[in-house]
């Protein structure tokens, strides 16, 4: 009975230490599994916290309209100046002009360029086309910077003096004093009508 107690003894000894071996070992084997788990979760935390890439909108070229260049007129064409309706009939460069009781001359080393014009007034009320202040602005310009205004004259036909009815024609002159050089040269003059923002030229040489 001894010896059978003692090698029950034994026998249950050994069982406790393979117990101790196995949960050791079921222990080691949990913590080494463990550590994938953060860095798993730390992946997927870098992932997430990446930020996306903003799309950048590409710019769509606009075009740009080109002015038209203003069209210069010949003499004889008729043109629009608001409510007036145009026509630079004639021009010629001269010493003086003059009526049938009265002369008008350009200084001494000048002349006149005499324009002969037909003017509508296709306005509600009488006005002139011609003004010293708030009228047509007229000026001829030579070689494109030489500019000249036109002088008044007493002379009948002097369409700074006269004053239109709505839709009547009137022909009269204007004329501009120019130096005796301009009239001799060979380079352009144009002449260029203004009024209230709108313009038009006439090519006169």
């Known amino acids: 009975m001894v010896n059978y107690r003692g090698h029950t003894v034994k026998k249950a000894f050994l069982g406790v230490i393979l117990l101790v071996v196995l949960t050791a070992c079921t222990s080691t084997t949990g913590e080494s599994a463990n550590p994938d788990t953060p860095k798993e979760s730390a992946a997927v935390s870098e992932a997430s916290a990446t930020p996306l890439a903003t799309p950048v909108a590409t710019p769509v070229a606009t075009a740009v309209a080109t002015p038209e260049p ?3 007129l010949k003499v004889g064409e008729k ?8 026509t630079v009939e004639s021009t010629k460069f001269d010493k003086d002009v003059s009526d049938d009781f009265m002369s008008s001359s350009a200084d001494e080393g000048s002349k006149f360029l ?3 014009l037909a003017v509508k007034n296709n306005g509600t009320e009488d006005a002139s086309f011609v003004e010293m202040f708030g009228g047509t602005e007229i000026k001829a310009v030579y070689n494109s910077k030489y500019e000249y205004t036109p002088s008044t004259t ?5 369409l700074s003096h006269e004053s239109i ?4 024609t009137s022909k009269g002159f204007s004329v501009i004093e120019v130096p005796d050089e301009v009239v001799t040269a060979k380079e352009g003059i144009v002449v260029s009508f203004e009024l209230d923002g709108e313009s038009k ?5």
């Open 201 to 205: 030229t006439v090519l006169i040489r």
């Open 114 to 116: 005499v324009l002969r």
């Open 165 to 168: 009815s709505p839709l009547k």
């Open 154 to 158: 007493l002379i009948k036909g002097d």
């Open 79 to 86: 043109f629009t100046l608001k409510d007036w309706e145009v």
């Open 70 to 72: 203003k069209k210069t």
